[in-house]
C-alpha cells in the first residue's frame, strides 16, 4: 500500500514541476530525494522496530514530546499533507482523463472528475478494509509493472541523445535544483503509510524497516526509469507545457498512439489505487489521533463510529483543496506540511529518544539539516514565483499549532486524561489491513 500511494503520487503528478525546476537534471532530483527520504526513513525505522504500533507518527511524536501542542499539531501536519495528497492524484486523475478529449485545461470538468473520483474512494473504503488493501495489491502490481514497461519501450524508442538530454544544464540552476527536490521528497512521503501500520505487519521489529526500504528501492527505480523516459522524448519546453500530463505526452511521439492509450490507461489505474488506499490511511490516521484525544471531534448528527466520520472529514477536505487549487499549489501545501512535520520527528527523536532505541545522532541530524536545506530552496523559489502559496502554507502551519494550543488548554481545564491512548495505538474499531 506504501508503494502504490507513492507511485500515484509521485510520477503523474510530480515528474512534470520537478524538471520544471530542475531542468535537464531532473532525473538525478528523483535520486536525491531517494537519498534524503532514506535518511529521513531512519528515524521512523528506528522508532517502530522499538515501538511497532499502528499509531505510527503521532505515537513518534507523542513519546518524543509527550502528549502535548507538538506532537498533535506534528501529527494533524502529516495527516494533512496525506489529505493534500489525495486532492493532488485526484486532479492528476482528472488531467490524464480528459487529456484524449483535449480538455485537461478545462477547470470545471477537472473539478468535477477529481471530485467524482474522492467520492469514489470514499465508497470503496466505506465497503471495507478487505476491499481497500486487496483492491491496493492487485493494482500496486499492475501499475509498477505497467509503468516500467512504458518506461523501457520508450526510451528503447528514443535513446539517451534527444529530447530534454539533448540540451545542457544551466549554470544558474542550483537553487532551483534543489527546491526541485521538495517535490521529489513528496513522491517518496508514501513510505509513512508503512510506518503507520506497523501493528499489522508480520514481525514488526524486523519488518517494517525491511518494507520501507524495499518500497522505496522500487520507487526510485520506477521513478528514475520514468523520468529517463520523459526526457529522452521531450524537450524540457515540451514537458513544461505538458506538465501536468508529461507522461502522456512523451509516450506519443516515441511510441505512438498505442503507447498513448496505454499510459493514459495506467495512469488512471495509478491514481484511482492511489487516491483509495490515502483516504484509507488518512482516514485511519485521523481516527487514533481523535481516540487520543489530540484533535476535536464532533459527529455533526451523523450515525456510526468514529473512523466513518473520518472518512467524511477526509473526503470534504480532500474534495475542497482537489476543487479550489491547480496542481502546482496542491503540491506546494503538501511540501510545505510534510517537511516541517518530518523536520519536527527527527528534532524529537534527536532531542529525547536516541539514546532509548539505538539511533545515531550524526544521521538525525544529517537529515534535519537535509530538509532544512531543501525547505529553504523550495520557499526562496516559491517566494519568487507565487508567494501567494508560501503565505497560505504559513498561515495553515501557525493556524494549526494555535488551534492545537487552545484545544488542548480547553480539554485540559476541563480535566480530561491528554494520556488516552498513549500508546499511539487505535481501538478495534480502526480496523486492520
Known amino acids: 500500500m506504501g508503494t502504490g500511494v507513492m507511485i500515484g503520487a509521485g510520477i503523474f503528478a510530480l515528474t512534470g514541476q520537478i524538471a520544471e525546476l530542475a531542468g535537464p537534471l531532473f532525473p538525478l532530483s528523483f535520486i536525491l530525494g531517494a537519498l534524503v527520504t532514506a535518511l529521513a526513513a531512519y528515524s521512523y525505522i528506528k522508532m517502530s522496530n522499538a515501538w511497532p504500533s499502528s499509531g505510527g507518527i503521532a505515537m513518534i511524536l507523542q513519546k518524543a514530546y509527550g502528549p502535548g501542542v507538538v506532537a498533535a499539531s506534528a501529527s494533524l501536519l502529516m495527516a494533512l499533507s496525506m489529505v493534500i495528497n489525495e486532492s493532488l492524484v485526484a486532479r492528476t486523475f482528472a488531467t490524464y482523463a480528459l487529456r484524449p478529449f ?41 501499475k509498477i509493472g505497467g509503468i516500467a514497461l ?73 521513478y528514475l526509469l520514468v523520468a529517463l523516459a520523459v526526457g529522452s522524448s521531450l524537450t524540457i519546453s515540451e514537458i513544461v507545457v505538458a506538465r501536468d500530463y508529461s507522461l502522456a505526452a512523451a509516450a506519443r511521439p516515441a511510441l505512438g498512439e498505442l503507447g498513448f492509450w496505454f499510459t493514459i490507461v495506467i495512469a488512471i489505474a495509478a491514481t484511482t489505487s492511489g487516491v483509495i488506499a490515502s483516504v484509507f490511511a488518512v482516514s485511519r490516521m485521523l481516527t487514533m489521533l ?107 502551519i501557525a493556524a494549526v499549532f494555535a488551534l492545537e494550543a487552545l484545544f488542548l488548554r480547553r480539554k485540559g481545564a476541563r480535566g480530561d486524561n491528554p494520556d488516552h491512548g498513549g500508546s499511539g495505538a487505535p481501538s478495534d474499531e480502526a480496523g486492520t489491513l
Open 102 to 142: 483535449g480538455l485537461e485545461e478545462n477547470a470545471i470538468l477537472l473539478s468535477i472528475i477529481a471530485l467524482a473520483l474522492i467520492v469514489f474512494a470514499y465508497i470503496v473504503n466505506k465497503a471495507g478494509n478487505r476491499s481497500v488493501s486487496g483492491f491496493s495489491l492487485v493494482m500496486s502490481a499492475i
Open 290 to 396: 481523535t481516540e487520543m484525544k489530540m484533535i476535536p471531534h464532533s459527529h455533526f448528527g451523523m450515525t456510526g463510529g468514529i473512523r466513518s466520520h473520518m472518512l467524511v472529514y477526509t473526503v470534504v477536505i480532500a474534495g475542497t483543496l482537489a476543487v479550489l487549487f491547480d496542481l502546482s499549489r496542491i503540491a506546494s501545501l503538501g511540501a510545505f506540511f510534510y517537511l516541517v512535520m518530518d523536520i519536527l520527528v527527527h528534532w524529537g527523536v534527536y532531542r529525547h529518544l536516541r539514546g532509548e532505541i539505538g539511533a545515531r545522532g550524526s544521521v538525525l541530524l544529517t537529515a534535519i539539516a537535509a530538509d532544512v536545506v531543501v525547505l529553504a530552496a523550495f520557499a526562496w523559489i516559491k517566494l519568487q514565483s507565487d508567494p501567494l502559496i508560501v503565505g497560505i502554507a504559513l498561515t495553515l
Open 150 to 222: 512504458f518506461a523501457v519501450a520508450a526510451i528503447a524508442a528514443s535513446g539517451f541523445t534527444s529530447g530534454a538530454f539533448a540540451q545542457g544544464p544551466e549554470l544558474s540552476i542550483g537553487g532551483a535544483f534543489l527546491a526541485s527536490v521538495a517535490f521529489s521528497i513528496l513522491a517518496f512521503k508514501g513510505f509513512t503509510t508503512i510506518t503507520n501500520s506497523g501493528g499489522e505487519i508480520v514481525d514488526p521489529h524486523r519488518n517494517v524497516g525491511r518494507t520501507i526500504m524495499i518500497s522505496i528501492a522500487i520507487c526510485v527505480v520506477t
